[in-house]
């Protein structure tokens, strides 16, 4: 019997080893951080001037693909649910961050949720309309319900959709009080929140804050001599109506983020749980839109270099809470902006204005004339015309025919390259750009009319007096920018994979490391690694 009791104890020893190696091995926090606007070549210009803990530390230690490819430039907003989801707008619905709604005749925000009040806030927000699981609810599903996510980001949408359907909390910033919000359609709004709301509000903390460059000029690389010799400096001061938007688009937000995100993390005890938890996060590098020149690389590169310092922040809490072998981190970019200011006249770079009032008007004269009278076009939104599909039924005209026609008028305007259909978008027929499109746009939010002008023109969306009271402008660059993704995880070796991949592959792949099953519209495989 001597021997049959030595296998037992054997087996015994061997199984408690195996157990032990398991659970050591297991994460236990899950750290998920968005950057809006990070852009590979100013990493890689200021690799030399970041600190050793943030990015560099990143770099060093984790997984990066070079290029997550979205398909289409895509904002923030939905490419935060392309990488949560690993399913793209067609799937999730979520094409941008306003979408237009065709029964109000105006935009509202993607997440925009009347039947969800707001805690902290009159806004009102929820998941509702996202249609997908993401990354958030499937860790909060794998732990039962009794491991927590939350969420910190300046945008609420973005915010709700790190969170997910199943989170404890999407804390945003309300940029008309300054206070950080969450909804009620979370059940947990921590003393984390209330905390920061009541004690240190950030509408007393504005009035004596700036925004000025770290360190002196010459150690910022690749500014030209004329900038070095002005230093930047903005403020927020009360007499501000826009100095929360002004906030919110400066790198200090990123810092307000990191601060709570720590919060949460230390008064919530985030990791040292039975189970996974999760913090989702979102920073923005996009350039600042209330510089004084049109020329901006001096604030970005400092933005880079305080995101720098935030990062290592984070890291640094996250290690001391949990240890450096039960922490992951994943970061995906979005891709940076193709729509930027008109550069300065004196560099006579060619250029012309598209109005879309006047084009809207036009093109409601030409429908007139082969159609009837009658107010044919609904709206322009983003770079799509939608049309007044009451009225086309009404008159029984064929909406095919009437897009095919329209569309016609408009290529024939000056500036404008090309125009496509709903109908050739959902069709496809094997044309790249056109599955491009159909890919990143859902049926029941796009337009009919999807618009693209020359390089260099310069769109002046004037006919949104809905969304806004002034004349919004922006440019449109033809640029193929890399969207980097990064994943830093115990016994993942460091490597990196020039080749572009698909940005749906992110979610999953986060899932296979998680040990926890993909969400359910992800429909590509991780990576392994």
């Known amino acids: 019997m001597l021997v049959p009791r030595l296998v037992l104890a054997l087996l015994t020893s061997v199984v408690g080893m195996v157990a032990d190696a398991a659970n050591s091995a297991r994460p236990q926090l899950v750290v998920g951080i968005m950057i809006d606007g990070l852009d590979q070549q100013y ?141 009620t359609f979370y059940k947990d709004a921590p003393t984390t929140l209330t905390r920061r709301n009541r004690t240190m509000p950030l509408s007393m903390r504005l009035d004596t804050a700036q925004w000025t460059p770290l360190y002196r000029a010459d150690a910022y690389p690749g500014l030209p001599e004329h900038l070095t010799h002005y230093p930047f400096r903005y403020t927020f001061g009360r007499g501000n109506d826009s100095r929360y938007s002004m906030f919110a688009a400066s790198p200090l937000v990123n810092t307000e983020v990191t601060d709570i995100a720590s919060d949460l993390i230390t008064d919530l005890k985030l990791g040292a749980n039975d189970g996974l938890d999760m913090v989702n996060l979102a920073y923005s590098l996009l350039p600042y839109d209330y510089t004084r020149n049109d020329d901006n690389r001096y604030e970005l590169i400092d933005a880079y270099l305080r995101l720098d310092r935030d990062l290592a922040r984070l890291i640094s809490t996250v290690e001391s809470r949990v240890g450096p072998d039960k922490a992951i981190f994943f970061i995906a970019a979005t891709p940076p902006k193709g729509l930027v200011r008109r550069d300065e006249e004196q560099w006579a770079i060619p250029y012309g204005e598209f109005s879309t009032k006047k084009a809207r008007s036009l093109l409601n004269m030409y429908l007139i004339a082969v159609y009837g009278n009658g107010e044919w076009i609904s709206s322009f939104h983003g770079n799509q015309f939608y049309l007044n599909h009451k009225l086309i039924k009404d008159r029984g005209v064929d909406a095919a025919e009437l897009r095919t026609q329209a569309a016609a008028f408009l290529t024939r305007m000056s500036g404008v390259d090309r125009v496509y259909t709903i109908d050739e978008i959902l069709a496809s027929r094997g044309d790249a750009r056109l599955e491009a499109l159909n890919r990143n746009l859902h049926p029941d939010t796009a337009g009919d009319l999807i618009i693209e002008v020359d390089p260099g023109w310069e769109i002046v969306d004037d006919a949104i007096s809905n969304v806004s009271s002034q004349r919004v402008k922006y440019v449109k660059r033809y640029v193929a920018p890399a969207a980097p993704f990064v994943i830093m995880a115990p016994g993942v070796p460091a490597r990196t994979i020039d080749t572009p991949v698909d940005a749906r592959v992110i979610a999953p792949t986060v899932a296979r490391q998680l040990r926890i099953r993909s969400p359910n519209a992800a429909a590509l495989p991780g990576l392994i690694l």
């Open 43 to 183: 990493i890689d210009m200021l690799l030399s001037h970041f600190g050793e803990d943030g990015f560099n530390r990143l770099l060093r230690d984790g997984v990066i693909v070079a290029n997550a490819d979205y398909g289409t430039n895509l904002d923030a907003v939905a490419s935060t649910a392309v990488v949560m989801t690993g399913a793209a707008p067609s799937t999730t619905t979520v094409s941008s961050a306003d979408v237009y709604d065709r029964e109000l005749m105006k935009s509202v925000p993607a997440m925009h949720d009347p039947a969800s009040m707001g805690n902290f806030t009159s806004e009102t927000y929820s998941p509702r309309s996202l249609a997908a699981s993401t990354l958030a609810d499937e860790v909060r599903i794998a732990g039962g319900g009794v491991t927590h996510v939350y969420s910190v980001a300046p945008s609420a949408s973005q915010a709700v959709i790190l969170a997910g359907h199943s989170a404890n909390c999407a804390i945003w910033l309300n940029e008309k009080t300054g206070n950080w919000a969450t909804s």
